[in-house]
DNA sequence: CTTACATGCATAATTCACTTATGTATTGAT
DNA sequence: ATCAATACATAAGTGAATTATGCATGTAAG
């Protein structure tokens, strides 16, 4: 796992994200995608997620649809259209971020 | 400037680096020099860097001095030893968070 | 067969880095 | 003279996260 101090202000953008890239989603779900996709370096804890993602819903992001899967409840999650136009303007916010704190760092990134 | 966000927990790789690269440096001074290499993208806030500078003169990463010039005061920053091994890290740490944070968002990265 | 781990959701209390606001004082430009 | 820039500092408030807790089901191991 990375230093937790460099993921604050990313959560959102890798839910939608992910949820953009991969269509309908329930939390636990996006746990595990994230987890592979970062190849276990990002761990989402669940006291971050959900409130993630009423937040999200709440702000017309995203919807839901709740299914009953035997005797287990699932709450999927669905990007809306707002939500896809902003994880656009995220993601190239973040590319723009990582381009002037490479400046600042003097690294060279990839 | 970036969405504030995700500038949480840069500050001190910031603070780190520049005084790594430029050697002694007065708080000012610091802040203008980030705002030259993020082309007034980062603009550090003084209730943001004075208390990050104390904090890590306390931490034993850097060490002041301060001078009189005139009536006004300055107050040097230098880095230490311990403090130069640990802005290695710092660097490496956040380029590794840049390469998972690509893959997760499926982003190109440069 | 029971114990532990994984699945699945949720919220409350707390932490902590940061923003915003405030305070003090000097220097230079219009 | 007055405003902006220079130069330091701290206090109050914000907000996104962590940590802790709670509930419940499914499944593999011993």
Do not use: C, W
């Not at 899967?69 to 999927?76: A, N, Q, T």
């Amino acid at each position: 796992m990375h230093s937790p101090e460099l993921l604050k202000g990313t959560l959102q953008t890798i839910l939608l994200k992910v949820l953009k890239d991969n269509g309908k989603m329930y939390g636990y779900e996006i746990t595990q995608k994230v987890k592979e996709l970062s190849l276990g370096r990002i761990l989402l804890t669940e006291g971050a997620l959900y409130p993630a993602l009423h937040k999200l819903e709440a702000e017309g992001l995203l919807q839901t649809e709740t299914v009953l899967m035997g005797k287990r409840v699932r709450k999927y999650y669905t990007i809306t259209v707002t939500g896809k136009s902003l994880v656009k303007e995220r993601v190239v916010e973040f590319r723009e971020f990582i381009k002037t704190m490479s400046a600042v760092l003097q690294v060279q990134i990839a």
